[in-house]
Nanobody, 115 residues
Framework: QVQLVESGGGSVQAGGSLRLSCTASESIFSIDNMGWYRQAPGKQRELVASITLSGRTNYDDSVKGRFTISRDNAKNTMYLQMNNLKPEDTAVYYC?????????WGQGTQVTVSS
């Protein structure tokens, strides 16, 4: 079973930046689809950004132009660079891997943006 470890969350002021990392316990060379999700208090979990093996990316409209998703297959790691953070970005952020054996989630990392 693939284990995912997230890091990089924290508290920042509006306009600040954070970079989230998600490192897998196994190789991600063959994993086509990976993504970052977030869940704010009282809200459903939502897709923030995704990336395929070929590097094709997809973003929620609310983060386009501010967030950048990337992956380093050699390091088994996916990243989410978050710039110009807004209070509405406050949430627990989760990484997810879609594999032939099923979907795997990280434990989540808190991002808090103050105004």
């Amino acid at each position: 079973q693939v284990q995912l470890v997230e890091s990089g969350g924290g508290s920042v002021q509006a306009g600040g930046s954070l970079r989230l990392s998600c490192t897998a316990s196994e190789s991600i060379f063959s994993i086509d689809n990976m993504g970052w999700y977030r869940q704010a208090p009282g809200k459903q979990r939502e897709l923030v950004a995704s990336i395929t093996l070929s590097g094709r990316t997809n973003y929620d409209d609310s983060v386009k132009g501010r967030f950048t998703i990337s992956r380093d297959n050699a390091k088994n790691t996916m990243y989410l660079q978050m710039n110009n953070l807004k209070p509405e970005d406050t949430a627990v952020y989760y990484c997810k891997l879609n594999t032939a054996m099923g979907d795997y989630w990280g434990q989540g990392t808190q991002v808090t943006v103050s105004s």
